[in-house]
Structures are given as structure tokens and as C-alpha cells.
């Protein structure tokens, strides 16, 4: 049973524009949602994160929306840039487990 | 300010050979992580451990062995490589248990069983 689902598998944007990956997961005693980065040939690096008791979180020019009641939660990267091009995982915690359970992840690349 | 660092980078098994991945961190965390990651599959946690002397199994364990006999050091053990785990592995350490506390990972391990 996939705990988290992630889409789009991969997304191609144009400069400026905005990027909108998505997760949805099953489990309510999950309490946290982060995003990790991972440029090739490189292991991922968390990106941006947040707890189920708050809405949205914005860190620059990235955002996380969640939706506690539908049980999902996106990334947003607003005025997306060519060094943006990497792959994008969500992933979930809690429920009592131990690390963090992933998305599939997201191929975005960037078109100049 | 090493991080985490795994050695070999790249490494080539025929099946029914065996080998053993090193990670190492100079953070002083508690736990640590060896991850796969495949095309299309993510990353799968195979093992963890909770602190020195420890280990647990992840969502994909079988085929894999590990030891953390020391605070700094994970390592990944395969007792007769299969082309099944050809992949890349990574390793991974966090402060305390997930919620809060950012994993870091290493580089990772590129692995090809022929």
C-alpha cells in the first residue's frame, strides 16, 4: 500500500512561470510534511516543510499548501527558474514509524 | 563540514558477490538511514537504527544486513548480491525522530549487480 502518492511523475515549465507538484496520503496520524531537492548526482536536501496545523507555509519563492481535509498537500515554486530543474519528493512522518516515507517523485525541468 | 559522507561511490558486483557500503557522519546524530532509490520508485527505506547498537528493518529489508557499532558509522552489508539490487543507495542521518528534524543525506552509492 503506497502511503504517499505524488504527481505529476514529470513536469516541464517555462521560466517564470509557476510549478505545482502534488501529494495526497492516507494516513491521519501523519504530522509531518516536508519536500526534498535532489539535483543530479546528489542526494536530496530537504527543501521546505510543514507541521498539519497550519495551512501554508511560504519560503521564498516556494510554497507549501495543505489541506488537512483532503488529506493532500502541494508545492508551489513561483517564478520558476532554470536552477530549479531537478527532481522533487514529498514524503510524510508520524503515525509512530520511524524516518520518512516518500513520494515517487517529480522530474521538473525548467525550459529557459 | 563533512556532512555525510558514503563510500564507494560506484561500485560493480556479479551476483552472488559481496560487499559493504560505509556512511559515516560527523553531526553526532542518533539516527541514520540507508534508502534505494530506482527510477519510478522513490526512495524505500531498507534500514535504519535509532542510535549506537541498534538497527531496525525499513519497507524493503530482505537481502540487505546492517551494524551501527559506532555513534558516527552505518553500514550496509549484501551477503550475495542479486541484479535485483542494482541501485542507487543512499544514506541518510537525522538529530532525533523524523517530525522536525531534517534528514541529511549523502551523496549515495551507485550499484550495479551484473
Known amino acids: 500500500q503506497q502511503q504517499v502518492k505524488q504527481s505529476p511523475q514529470s513536469l516541464i515549465v517555462q521560466k517564470g512561470g509557476i510549478s505545482i507538484i502534488n501529494c495526497a496520503y492516507e494516513?491521519?496520524?501523519?504530522?509531518?510534511f516536508p519536500w526534498y531537492q535532489q539535483f543530479p548526482g546528489k542526494g536530496p536536501a530537504l527543501l521546505i516543510a510543514?507541521?498539519?496545523?497550519?495551512s501554508e507555509k511560504k519560503e521564498g519563492r516556494f510554497t507549501i499548501s495543505f489541506n488537512k481535509s483532503a488529506k493532500q498537500f502541494s508545492l508551489h515554486i513561483m517564478d520558476s527558474q532554470p536552477g530549479d530543474s531537478a527532481t522533487y519528493f514529498c514524503?510524510?512522518?508520524?503515525?509512530?514509524?520511524?524516518?520518512?516515507?516518500f513520494g515517487k517523485g517529480t522530474h521538473l525541468i525548467i525550459q529557459p | 563540514n563533512a556532512g555525510v559522507t558514503q563510500t564507494p561511490k560506484f561500485r560493480v558486483l556479479k551476483t552472488g558477490q559481496s560487499m559493504t557500503l560505509l556512511c559515516a557522519q560527523d553531526?553526532?546524530?542518533?539516527?541514520m538511514y540507508w534508502y534505494r532509490q530506482d527510477p519510478g520508485m522513490g526512495l524505500r527505506l531498507i534500514h535504519y537504527?535509532?542510535?549506537?547498537?541498534?538497527?531496525a528493518k525499513g519497507e524493503v529489508p530482505d537481502g540487505y544486513n546492517v551494524s551501527r557499532l559506532k555513534k558516527q558509522n552505518f553500514l550496509l552489508g549484501l551477503e550475495s548480491a542479486a541484479p535485483s539490487q542494482t541501485s542507487v543507495y543512499f544514506c541518510?542521518?537525522?538529530?532525533?525522530?523524523?517530525?522536525?528534524?531534517?534528514?541529511?543525506f549523502g551523496n549515495g552509492t551507485r550499484l550495479t549487480v551484473t
Open positions: 553531526m553526532n546524530h542518533e539516527y
Open positions: 537504527s535509532v542510535g549506537e547498537g541498534t538497527t
Open positions: 510543514i507541521r498539519p496545523d497550519v
Open positions: 514524503a510524510v512522518s508520524g503515525g509512530g514509524a520511524d524516518g520518512l516515507t
Open positions: 541518510a542521518s537525522s538529530y532525533s525522530r523524523g517530525r522536525g528534524s531534517p534528514l541529511h
Open positions: 494516513n491521519t496520524a501523519f504530522d509531518y
